[in-house]
């Protein structure tokens, strides 16, 4: 079936510092891979996607790249800011599902 | 645009009560409406899927008539959970998508915390 397997956080960073939250997927066929991010208290936001191999999602400074070859979706962004602090859900499609990674905290400090 | 609103947003109530939840996507037609749980610190946990119009795929281990789901229209779906005890406390999350295909993304609500005393 498929996983998601994502870093265990929490990541504490400063602010400006850069980020990377690991992501990698087992799935069958070609799946599309999505990161979502869920601030405390609410429901989840789209961040960004990428529905084939080599394609990059990107938005709001955060970008990751489809890698089919290692099988991953790493999270990155260049300068993290204090509003950033957040939980990250890797999250892959298939069979009409999302299959959800466990999430990965994100804590900035000024 | 897709925009998925839920509400309530805290719904706090007695033991036995049966609490209901809406769905709704508010700028486009949704296909396929999910309803996910989450616990403290933990990711999403699929609860069932519903198309219009039919009725509702459970997950294993979720109850379906403990967990009513409706999705009567395209914009709107609807989780009623029945008799509601303590052990169902916890943070319901809806979500939606426009299409069938799988590279479509879900567009989710904000939640609703339910809280059984």
């Known amino acids: 079936g498929n996983s998601v397997t994502q870093m265990e956080g929490p990541v504490t960073l400063s602010e400006e510092a850069f980020l990377t939250i690991n992501c990698t997927y087992t799935?069958?066929?070609?799946?599309?891979l999505f990161w979502y991010v869920q601030y405390p208290g609410e429901g989840l936001q789209l961040l960004l996607k990428?529905?084939?191999?080599?394609d990059k999602g990107s938005n709001k400074g955060f970008e990751a790249t489809y890698r089919k070859e290692t099988t991953s979706f790493h999270l990155e962004k260049g300068s993290v800011q204090v509003s950033d602090s957040a939980v990250y859900f890797c999250?892959?499609?298939?069979?009409?599902?999302?299959?959800f990674g466990k999430g990965t905290m994100l804590l900035v400090s000024p | 645009g897709a925009v998925v609103s839920q509400h309530p947003s805290r719904v706090i109530c007695k033991s036995g009560t049966s609490v209901k939840i809406e769905c709704r996507s508010l700028d486009f037609q949704a296909t396929t409406m999910f309803w996910y749980r989450q616990f403290p610190k933990q990711s999403l946990m699929l609860m069932a899927t519903?198309?219009?119009?039919?009725?509702?795929?459970?997950e294993q281990g979720v109850e379906k008539d403990k967990f009513l789901i409706n999705h009567a229209s395209l914009t709107l779906s609807t989780l009623t959970v029945t008799s509601a005890h303590p052990e169902d406390s916890s943070f319901y999350i809806c979500?939606?998508?426009?299409?069938?295909?799988?590279?479509?993304?879900?567009?989710f609500g904000d939640g609703t915390r339910l809280s059984i005393l």
């Open positions: 799935a069958t066929g070609y799946p599309s």
């Open positions: 999250a892959l499609s298939g069979y009409s599902t999302l299959t």
């Open positions: 990428a529905t084939k191999a080599d």
């Open positions: 979500s939606a998508r426009g299409g069938d295909r799988d590279n479509q993304p879900q567009h």
């Open positions: 519903s198309n219009e119009g039919s009725k509702a795929t459970y």
